[in-house]
């Protein structure tokens, strides 16, 4: 069974750091581009991150220089790296895969949620 | 960047009815648009791809169109289990973005 399961969120100060894992199962991970997306409470989705199987990565000029996206495929393993972390940045993060090739997310992780709060 | 524009955001609807949700994109995206269903507490779960592809398991009774800038999602005969929130998302170049939402709910 094709399987993402996240885990590291929790509650942070502004200014903090925090770093999300996703785990991957049944699937060749190293073949796959990785995808993180967000959504704060009540509210859309919102892209944060990308990684291709070469290891490129993009992220949206609202994380960039903040977060930081990696990838071990030995431990078939996703990482987000949030540094200087805002309230803004409050929100269920979802581990998500993108098929070979293209960028929308086939399978998606239930999600870990990180709450920035003094 | 690209903007993604859904209506309606919110969508009264009884079962057996057939609704219609709109995405549009401020510049062309060509068929690169995916489409989600997101119930409550729940990850989003892919429904559709590459603007009208319909991802293994979907039911037949969702259906969608469009090319360039307009795109619709379709339900023709609404089941209690279609009651859900929608998104859109862009996926022809980064940075990706989503449509805000359409909320399908029970009339």
């Known amino acids: 069974e094709v399987q993402l399961v996240e885990s590291g969120g929790g509650l942070v100060q502004p200014g903090g750091s925090l770093r999300l894992s996703c785990a991957a199962s049944g699937f060749t991970f190293s073949s796959y581009d ?41 431990k078939n393993s996703l990482y987000l790296q949030m540094n200087s972390l805002r309230d803004g940045d409050t929100a269920v993060y979802y581990c998500a895969r993108g098929p070979m090739w293209y960028f929308y997310m086939d399978v998606w992780g239930k999600g870990t949620t990180v709450t920035v709060s003094s | 960047d690209i903007q993604m524009t859904q209506s309606p955001s919110t969508l009264s609807a009884s079962v057996g009815d057939r609704v219609t949700i709109t995405c549009r994109a401020s510049q062309s995206i060509g068929n690169s648009l995916a489409w989600y269903q997101q119930k409550p507490g729940n990850a989003p779960k892919l429904l559709i791809y590459k603007a009208s592809t319909l991802e293994s398991g979907v039911p037949s009774r969702l259906s969608a ?33 989503f449509g805000g939402g359409t909320k399908v709910e029970i009339k």
């Open chain 1, 34 to 74: 990785m995808h993180w997306v967000r959504q704060p409470t009540g509210r859309g989705l919102e892209w944060v991150a990308s990684i291709g199987t070469a290891g490129n990565t993009d992220y949206p000029d609202s994380v960039k220089g903040r977060f930081t996206v990696s990838r071990e495929n030995a």
């Open chain 2, 65 to 97: 169109s469009g090319s360039g800038t307009e795109f619709t999602l379709t339900i023709i005969s609404l089941q209690p289990d279609d009651f859900a929130t929608y998104y859109c998302q862009r996926y022809d170049s980064y940075p990706l973005t």
